[in-house]
């Protein structure tokens, strides 16, 4: 095949433009402005009775026929059991389709790429599925010349994707000896290398691979050779194999840093810098909404070939009725135009992100220790109880909506959190004496919840087995009173008997001890050394309390702002009911996640809460990978990521 047959083959497949197509499930005529479905096989597994309503592409290369199917979506849908494949772009293949310039190009290699991939794919697929079904692959299925029929199928991609008999995800850059060193390496190196490398994979960098396997119901691996990995089902996919025998590891360490120092973080990824992904599928297969913020922070690390494709995907995941044709093309508008419908359906995680006007642009360094996940802007996780009084309404753009008023900020307690978990924990109990005393109640709801995230009334069952709690009451009065020079022992000693210092409170969010949390994701949620403990001060019975806050301004500007928890709201990593934010003037100036309820007193308000655009997208094009530097390690610091 020369230049011209390779253009000419293009155009048939592509453009099309003088095709009157058929469906060849109904029989009726497939318009121009309705999404097109079309998918294929390959005439060596078809029948005779099915090869003569298809259109044949010969692949002489592999002696083979592509046979492809004409349809509805709707008659897709009804009708045919299909496979859809997820796979990134051949470089040569996205360069021709974006420029539809062959002056640079061996138009026939392309056109053999085009060809041969989907054909030996297929081949692959039917050694492992025995069921009949049909292929769905954007080389073959997206006419990519005819631009008002193919923003039709982007748009259909979703439903594509979600009504799909299973999505497999092609990873033309993984080999069968990483999935055999994550199970079967005899190190714990090896299996963190072994994960590492999966994670590694371009297909984790792409937004559109990421917002379609989100979709996907029950998603397949197939590997660089165009075999399948087997031991995944609709039950347990890939995803949870490579979180759960990342968090083995981490647990067996007791420390997530030694995992992410084996692997060199930073030249090489692991599962959690690939983003909530695995939960956000999860959720959507029990129908549950993808949120504004999770979406965002999953897709805004990710690449594009166009800039205006990430639109495409964050439409594609959160629950919205907006087309990317409605939206302004100012992007940072574009945001809040979705923003604010999220908003109105009740999703509140776009008062939660950190705004672009409050962070500093991430430079390289920061973009490679992130991997795909935009740490800095929200990192709460999927939400998991909403919030009790919905309904938000608007003035002027801005939203207004119920909170519970706690209280003023009255003052700031800063704590160094570079000392080691057992110092920190020092520190706090300090603090949290100076407001609680040794009245236990309240300083374990202090200390335990707000200020480690845990579950007081966990807490207090494990105190009142044996004699524990008249030993911490005996132990605290030392350590406010100060007649111990011993106080290690004594802070390991209450981290023990509280559960801060091991797992017996049963958290299922982290293989960490909250201590170990507090001073890894729990300091991310706290923005790093942004993170201060600020005494909030009850109007009503004038009471103090002390919260975790993590502040986006200087103290002169936090100082007397007001202190609001949004009532049943839960994300993963928050209490029901703790995530709230300080305003000043309607302006958010820091954050907080673990601020349970503090006194009795009634502080139902409505608050307007000026919105700011989140941070535009800042793809990471960073390929991991390429270098197995192991004693290398870059550690996150976000609070360089914050403006003061």
């Not at 031991?231 to 992410?260: C, F, I, K, R």
């Not at 958010?588 to 700011?612: D, H, M, N, Q, Y």
Request: charged share 20%.
């Amino acid at each position: 095949m020369d230049q011209t047959d390779a253009m000419s083959f293009f155009n048939s497949l592509w453009s099309g433009s003088n095709k009157t197509l058929v469906c060849n499930h109904c029989g009726e005529q497939i318009s121009s402005e309705e999404a097109l479905a079309r998918t294929f096989t390959i005439k060596s597994q078809m029948d005779t009775e099915e090869k003569l309503c298809a259109e044949e592409i010969p692949v002489p290369t592999l002696s083979e026929v592509i046979l492809i199917y004409h349809r509805h979506l709707g008659c897709l849908f009804d009708s045919t059991p299909y496979v859809a494949m997820s796979h990134v772009w051949h470089e040569q293949v996205a360069d021709l389709q974006y420029r539809r310039d062959t002056t640079v190009l061996c138009a026939d290699d392309v056109a053999n790429i085009v060809r041969e991939v989907p054909c030996r794919i297929y081949r692959g697929l039917t050694t492992v599925f025995t069921e009949d079904f049909e292929v769905w692959h954007d080389y073959i299925s997206v006419p990519q010349w005819q631009p008002s029929l193919k923003s039709q199928i982007i748009q259909a991609i979703p439903r594509i994707f979600k009504q799909a008999l299973r999505t497999v995800a092609y990873l033309s850059d993984i080999e069968a000896r990483s999935f055999d060193a994550m199970r079967e390496s005899s190190s714990s190196e090896g299996v963190c290398r072994g994960i590492s490398d999966i994670c590694n994979s371009r297909w984790f960098s792409r937004v559109w691979t990421a917002m379609e396997l989100t979709q996907s119901r029950d998603l397949r691996i197939m590997l660089k050779d165009f075999s399948l990995i087997e031991g995944h089902s609709l039950n347990y996919s890939p995803l949870e194999e490579l979180s759960s025998s990342w968090n083995e590891q981490v647990a067996s360490h007791a420390n997530a840093h030694v995992a992410e120092q084996m692997v060199g973080m930073g030249h090489n990824l692991v599962p959690w810098q690939l983003g909530p992904i695995g939960m956000i599928r999860i959720l959507n297969l029990r129908g549950i909404r993808t949120m504004f913020a999770s979406a965002h922070e999953l897709l805004a690390r990710r690449c594009v070939t166009v800039p205006r494709d990430f639109f495409y995907g964050l439409l594609g995941m959160v629950k919205t009725d907006l087309t990317e044709a409605q939206l302004s093309l100012d992007n940072r508008e574009a945001l809040l135009q979705i923003a604010r419908n999220c908003i109105k359906q009740d999703d509140l995680s776009p008062l939660f992100m950190i705004p672009e006007s409050a962070q500093r642009e991430p430079d390289e360094l920061t973009l490679k220790s992130d991997g795909y996940l935009d740490l800095c802007t929200f990192a709460m996780g999927c939400e998991f109880a909403f919030p009790t009084f919905r309904g938000a309404r608007f003035d002027s753009g801005d939203p207004v909506i119920m909170t519970e008023y706690i209280g003023e900020a009255q003052c700031f307690r800063r704590v160094d959190w570079t000392k080691g978990a057992t110092e920190v924990l020092f520190e706090l109990i300090r603090h949290t004496l100076e407001y609680t005393g040794l009245a236990i109640d309240a300083f374990v709801e202090t200390l335990g919840s707000r200020l480690y995230g845990q579950k007081h009334e966990k807490i207090l069952e494990r105190l009142s087995e044996g004699d524990r709690l008249c030993q911490i009451l005996t132990k605290l009065d030392a350590i406010s009173e100060k007649t111990s020079d011993d106080m290690g022992d004594i802070t390991g000693w209450i981290a023990e008997a509280m559960g801060l210092s091991n797992r017996s409170l049963g958290n299922v969010e982290t293989p960490l001890s909250p201590m170990e949390f507090l001073v890894g994701h729990g300091g991310t949620l706290h923005l790093g050394g942004r993170a201060a403990l600020v005494v909030v001060r009850c109007s009503s019975c004038l009471k103090n309390f002390l919260l975790l806050v993590g502040l986006l301004e200087s103290e002169v500007n936090v100082y007397g702002a007001k202190a609001y928890r949004v009532p049943g709201l839960r994300y993963q990593f928050t209490l029901e009911g703790g995530a709230g934010f300080l305003l000043q003037n309607g302006r958010i100036v820091g954050r907080f996640i673990w601020a349970i309820p503090t006194c009795s007193c009634p502080k139902l308000e409505e608050v307007k809460i000026s919105l700011t655009p989140p941070p535009l997208p800042r793809p990471n094009n960073y390929r991991y990978g390429q270098q197995q530097q192991i004693n290398e390690w870059h550690r996150i610091q976000l609070e360089t990521r914050i403006k003061c």
